[in-house]
């Protein structure tokens, strides 16, 4: 089970359409996809750009709750 699923809410996830929403992608400087950007009370506190493994996902969202 990955890292997200044990979190049991305690993680919450949304995709934006850069597309639909340019206002977004401009603000948050989102130039490539997929871009995961981690936040914390409306603040960037994580981010990375490319295509992850699972453990990779794994390990971000460990360093984000921890």
Known sequence: MSA?????GRVAMAK??????T???IEYGVSAVPT????RGG???DQFVGI??????????????E
Do not use: P, R
């Not at 934006?16 to 929403?21: A, K, R």
């Open 4 to 8: 997200i699923a044990k979190q049991k």
């Open 16 to 21: 934006v359409d850069i597309d639909e929403h």
């Open 23 to 25: 206002d977004l992608a």
């Open 36 to 39: 995961v950007i981690a936040m």
């Open 43 to 45: 603040d960037v506190i």
């Open 52 to 65: 992850k493994d699972e453990d990779q996902l794994d390990s971000f969202v460990q360093k984000l709750i």
